[in-house]
């Protein structure tokens, strides 16, 4: 298993609208449901706004192999979604041990 790792801040008005981008039936989830590779996404909310969003696939070859196949979507849904995160952090590429 591989998990990607991505840290947000996010302001208390707009944790809804980010819960629903973020979340089990968002468009994110939505996206990289297209590829067998993918298995899920859990979202973790913490104190003051912080949230970790974790992605779970196969393997981090299939996940670079989706990201380049549909680079473009992703780029689109990253560009509308940037308004409900103050701030977004890559924490970081992990494989199971």
């Not at 298993?1 to 840290?7: D, G, S």
């Not at 008005?13 to 980010?18: E, H, L, Q």
């Not at 968002?26 to 003051?48: I, K, N, Q, V």
């Amino acid at each position: 298993m591989f998990v990607v790792v991505w840290r947000y801040r996010v302001a208390a008005v707009k944790r809804d609208a980010f819960e629903a981008i973020y979340g089990p039936d968002g468009p994110w989830t939505e996206l990289f449901s297209e590829s067998p590779d993918y298995a899920d996404t859990e979202l973790l909310r913490g104190e003051g706004g912080v949230y970790l969003a974790i992605d779970r696939w196969t393997s981090a070859a299939a996940y670079d192999a989706f990201l380049t196949l549909h680079r473009a979507e992703y780029t689109r849904i990253d560009e509308e979604c940037a308004v409900v995160a103050e701030e977004e952090t890559l924490i970081g590429r992990f494989e199971e041990a």
